[in-house]
């Protein structure tokens, strides 16, 4: 079957270093999104992709990078890991607009 | 951007009951979905809803697009309900804008 994997589920990581997140889906869509969840934020944009080669900012897009070489992948760096990026961060993909979005099961991460 | 808001915040339900969740956007929107996120914290799609109504079993939406709200109800209530239940909306760019959630609690 089709999913969507995150990797790590849990992550520690020190204050400054640089730390990637994996995301990696078979369903073969085009579109992928990262989200970042906090409480009293719900979910926030962070970067998105339409295509290989095509990586976009979101809302909260400071602080972290996405590349897209490959259909299947979208990985998150931090460039250099800040306490404010502690969160629960989120992939998802989609094949067209009228499919709706596929999530995968979360990153914990957690800067100290 | 579009703001997006739901209410009630926070929700807690004998099971059977009937409730409805509701989502207002501050603008027109091309896309609009519902999640919910169970309390494993997996998000998983309920309804992709721009216009119009739709169900599946116990749950049902509707979206009024020019009066820019759109209610999820959920009838007989199960404690498997329980989590957050997100509305996100699109302007056309396919870019979702999230609201806050509702936060609903079943009680067996």
């Known amino acids: 079957d089709a999913e969507i994997t995150q990797s790590p589920r849990h992550k520690i990581t020190e204050t400054g270093r640089q730390v990637t997140l994996a995301c990696h889906q078979t369903?073969?869509?085009?579109?992928m999104f990262w989200y970042r969840q906090d409480l009293g934020h719900g979910l926030r944009l962070i970067h998105y992709?339409?295509?290989?080669?095509?990586?976009n900012k979101g809302e909260v897009s400071d602080g972290y990078s996405v590349s897209r070489s490959n259909t299947e992948d979208l990985p998150l760096t931090l460039e250099s890991a800040a306490s404010s990026q502690t969160s629960v961060y989120f992939c998802?993909?989609?094949?067209?607009?009228?499919?709706?979005?596929?999530f995968g099961s979360g990153t914990r991460l957690t800067v100290v | 951007g579009i703001q997006v808001e739901q209410s009630p915040p926070d929700l807690i339900l004998q099971e059977g009951a009937n409730s409805t969740l509701r989502c207002n956007f501050s603008?027109?929107?091309?896309?609009l979905q519902w999640f919910h996120q169970n309390p494993w914290g997996q998000l998983i799609n309920l309804f992709y809803i721009p216009s119009g109504t739709k169900q599946n079993g116990r749950l049902s939406a509707t979206t009024v697009a020019t009066e820019r709200y759109s209610l999820l109800y959920i009838s007989s209530s199960q404690t498997t309900d329980s989590g957050v239940y997100f509305c996100a909306v699109d302007s056309g760019t396919y870019k979702y804008i999230f609201g806050t959630g509702t936060r609903l609690k079943v009680l067996a």
């Open positions: 369903w073969n869509h085009n579109n």
């Open positions: 992709s339409y295509g290989v080669q095509d990586t």
């Open positions: 603008d027109s929107v091309n896309n």
């Open positions: 998802a993909s989609s094949e067209s607009v009228d499919r709706g979005y596929t």
